[in-house]
């Protein structure tokens, strides 16, 4: 686990599906998949009950777990979220076409989500990645991708580094002005052209969050 301060891990275990086998996914489609959406969205709500910040809050997720987490996180209704971790993973379950039945719900159809995946997969291929964040792109989710040669179904330091990048970025982005305040200049704008904010005509720390508040980062 990534030793980040200030943050809290929540680990569910997937169901047994007769065995000892453990999946997210029942019958495709079926009343299975559905309750491991509303699993989900009722850990959210009650870390939001706890009072943690919505925008604090990420779901992420390996293989199985990507897809689930990425498609509870983009339908989570109440709130937007801080942003969503997909690793080694796939859009729709088994037997589904890409992105059919994909929710998005108003309140997350901006929501981050990064991708990782590694170019020697065997069991999820790098294409089923690729093909995840091109249907997320064309529903306007914006979507990072991060590749990682000669990795197979595991993950990687350059995954992990990314992955803390991605959170600490978000979390500063959440603290509004005061978690900006707190970069230097030149971090500030990598952040400002991370996020699609035009830097032009910014000339010192000040003229950056002066964008940024234009900008409503």
């Known amino acids: 686990l990534l030793q980040l301060p200030a943050l809290r891990y929540i680990l ?20 299975e998949d559905t ?9 959210i709500r009650v870390e939001l009950a706890r009072g943690v910040q919505a925008k604090r809050v990420f779901v992420g997720g390996f293989s199985q777990g990507g897809c689930v987490a990425v498609n509870a996180a983009l339908s989570f209704p109440d709130t937007a979220l801080g942003g969503c971790i997909a690793a080694s993973t796939f859009l729709s379950p088994p037997g589904v076409a ?23 997969d065997p069991a999820v291929p790098l294409a089923s990645g690729e093909a995840l964040v091109k249907a997320l792109r064309e529903r306007g ?13 595991a993950y990687c330091p350059g995954e992990a580094a990314d992955v803390a990048s991605f959170l600490q970025k978000r979390m500063l982005l959440a603290e509004g002005a005061m978690g900006l305040q707190q970069l230097s200049a030149r971090r500030l704008k990598s952040l400002l052209q991370e996020v699609g904010v035009s830097t032009v005509g910014c000339l010192d720390k000040d003229d950056f969050l002066e964008r940024a508040v234009q900008a409503g980062v």
């Open 12 to 31: 569910p275990t997937a169901p047994s599906r007769g065995g000892v086998m453990r999946s997210w996914f029942g019958s495709v489609g079926g009343a």
């Open 98 to 120: 890409v992105g059919l039945g994909l929710t998005i719900a108003e309140a997350n159809r901006r929501l981050p989500v990064l991708c990782c995946h590694g170019d020697a």
């Open 141 to 153: 989710v914006p979507t990072e991708l991060r590749i990682y040669p000669r990795m197979g179904h």
């Open 35 to 43: 309750r491991t959406m509303d699993y989900v969205h009722h850990l």
